[in-house]
């Protein structure tokens, strides 16, 4: 119309210094960005954001030493600045209350969730700040530290949740393993910690294993103890036990064969039926008389069961006072103790009947083992 001048009101840039107060500016913004489309809010939102950024750090700082860096406490006061801005309605209030409820509710949802050395149940972390409360307004009432009945009546809430919390508050910041455990000892926490012990998977095994051995004849039940618990090779026990390390390897693979059969059966089977073939180490006597002359033929590994027969065979060729007996051990895989002293017996009882006695056919195994206790066999 003639005689009046049209005016445009701008409403400042919340970036301008002049705007002191944070709830002016949020009114600028809202003027601002009234009627302009969203690729043009986001500008004019940054601008506020940037703008309120100093208040949002002055309460960041309000909680700094309790345990968590000032810069994450910043960085969550922003990130409830921003959300503010975005959820701000000019109708419903002050922005500046707004923006502070905001902020400090996300500082304190921090401290909340993410600040925890251990996790603890939500339920439980609301109810530990309940305790700190009450026991902080029972020690000014009572001048001194409440019980756990007296916080238990407080909250009405049972003495069994208040213990849990109790023991649970310690899981806000724990103790670092590696510190010392005190005075002049270089122990640290992490050294009276248990850890899990692998091996005691294994113990009914062990047991089961100890009692299955029991069941073996001496000389398998040896020659394991040998292999697996002295670590010696099967040439070191072939050699202890004057026989060939083939022999060695075939006792070894049929006791481990019916150790295994043992252990999965309900009742471990005898022995005698445990190999799938005849018993290559089992002592064999057998006495042939060859006219005048008797021989005793020897097979097998003579230990302290099959001494006592070959014992007996000898003092009976003797008895009949051949004109020479001959112990042919072409067959022998070797000799314990308990085979030794059987020889022994027969070549005293020889000498003194005067029937000549004569050891053929050695392997060179069994001959080291004669010839070191005193028994010369015939070079043949």
Known sequence: MFGQTSTTTTTPPPTDRGLEDLDAAALAYAARIEGLPPERR?????????????????LARRYRGRGEPLEDLEQVARLGLVNAVDRYDPERGSFTAYAAITIVGEIKRHFRDRTW?????????DLILEVGQATAALTSELSRAPTVAELSKRLETPEEEILAALESAAGYSPASLN????????????????????????????????????????????????????????????????????????LLSRA?????????????????????????????????????????????????????????????????????????????????????????????????????????????????????????PARD
């Open 42 to 58: 986001q500008e004019a939102r940054d601008d506020l954001v940037r703008f309120a950024l100093p208040f949002a750090g002055r």
């Open 117 to 125: 050395g251990v996790h603890v149940p939500r339920r439980l972390r």
């Open 179 to 250: 510190a010392p455990v005190g005075g002049e000892s270089s122990a640290e926490f992490g050294d009276l910690v248990g850890e899990s012990d692998n091996a005691l998977e294994s113990v009914d095994d062990r047991v089961t294993v100890s009692g299955l051995l029991h069941r073996l004849p001496w000389r398998e039940r040896r020659i394991l103890a040998m292999r697996f618990y002295g670590n010696q090779t099967q040439a070191e026990i072939a050699a202890r036990f004057g026989i060939s390390q083939m022999h060695v390897s075939r």
């Open 256 to 376: 481990l064969t019916w150790l295994r059969q043992a252990m999965l059966a309900d009742a471990p089977p005898p022995w005698q039926n445990g190999a799938a073939e005849p018993d290559p180490g089992k002592t064999r006597i057998s006495v042939k008389q060859n006219g005048d002359r008797v021989v005793v033929e020897v097979g097998g590994e003579v230990d302290r069961d099959g001494a006592d027969q070959l014992r007996r065979a000898m003092l009976e060729a003797v008895t009949g006072q051949p004109s020479e007996v001959v112990v042919d051990l072409v067959g022998a895989g070797g000799f314990d103790a308990g085979g030794i002293a059987a020889l022994m017996a027969g070549r005293d009882a020889a000498a003194r009947t005067g029937v000549p006695l004569r050891l053929t056919r050695v392997q060179p195994a069994v001959r080291r083992s004669l010839t070191a206790a005193g028994l010369a």
